[in-house]
C-alpha cells in the first residue's frame, strides 16, 4: 500500500468513527451541537443556506452555471448539500468515502428521486466521464 492509499484508508477510518459517533456534528462542527444535538431540519436548512450563497456569490461575478442540469457534491456525508443542490438543478449525486455515511444518506434520503448517492473508496472515479456533470461542488473535504 502506498502513501496516498494509508492516508485515504485512514481518512475514511477516521469519517466511519465520526459517522458512529455524532454524524451531523461531524459534517458541520458547530459546537453547541456537539453530542448528536443537530435538529435535522436545521441541519438541512443550513445546506440549503450555504448554497443559495454560492449561487449569489456566482452570480455576483457573472458566473451562471446550467440550471436545470446535474450537479455532484463531492464529500456529501449525510447530503446535507447533496439536497440543497437538487432542489437548485433539478439532480444531484453525492459521492463520499465513507460507507456509514453514504448508507445514511441513503436512508435519509429514500423518498428523493432528484438524489444519488455513491460510495467512491478510491482515489480515483473510474464509472464518471468528465461531461458526467454540469456543476461540481465540494466544502469541508
Same mark, same amino acid.
Given at each position: 500500500?502506498?502513501?496516498?492509499?494509508?492516508?485515504?484508508?485512514?481518512?475514511?477510518?477516521?469519517?466511519?468513527?465520526?459517522?458512529?459517533?455524532?454524524?451531523?456534528?461531524?459534517?458541520?462542527?458547530?459546537?453547541?451541537?456537539?453530542?448528536?444535538?443537530? $435538529?435535522? *431540519?436545521?441541519?438541512?436548512? !443550513?445546506?440549503?443556506? @450555504? #448554497?443559495?450563497?454560492?449561487?449569489?456569490?456566482? &452570480?455576483? %461575478?457573472?458566473?451562471?452555471?446550467?440550471?436545470?442540469?446535474?450537479?455532484?457534491?463531492?464529500?456529501?456525508?449525510?447530503?446535507?448539500?447533496?439536497?440543497?443542490?437538487?432542489?437548485?438543478?433539478?439532480?444531484?449525486?453525492?459521492? $463520499?468515502? *465513507?460507507?456509514?455515511?453514504? !448508507?445514511?444518506?441513503? @436512508? #435519509?434520503?429514500?423518498?428523493?428521486?432528484?438524489? &444519488?448517492? %455513491?460510495?467512491?473508496?478510491?482515489?480515483?472515479?473510474?464509472?464518471?466521464?468528465?461531461?458526467?456533470?454540469?456543476?461540481?461542488?465540494?466544502?469541508?473535504?
Amino acid at each position: 500500500m502506498n502513501d496516498q492509499d494509508e492516508d485515504l484508508a485512514q481518512t475514511i477510518a477516521d469519517w466511519e468513527h465520526m459517522g458512529a459517533t455524532d454524524p451531523f456534528w461531524a459534517v458541520l462542527t458547530d459546537p453547541s451541537k456537539s453530542g448528536n444535538k443537530w $435538529d435535522p *431540519s436545521d441541519f438541512f436548512r !443550513a445546506g440549503q443556506d @450555504e #448554497i443559495a450563497a454560492v449561487l449569489a456569490w456566482l &452570480r455576483g %461575478i457573472q458566473i451562471q452555471p446550467k440550471i436545470p442540469g446535474v450537479a455532484a457534491d463531492f464529500g456529501c456525508g449525510l447530503g446535507r448539500l447533496t439536497r440543497a443542490l437538487a432542489e437548485v438543478f433539478g439532480g444531484c449525486d453525492g459521492i $463520499d468515502a *465513507s460507507p456509514s455515511m453514504v !448508507a445514511r444518506a441513503k @436512508e #435519509i434520503h429514500s423518498s428523493e428521486k432528484r438524489v &444519488r448517492f %455513491i460510495l467512491n473508496t478510491t482515489s480515483h472515479f473510474p464509472d464518471l466521464s468528465d461531461s458526467t456533470y454540469d456543476f461540481v461542488y465540494s466544502n469541508i473535504v
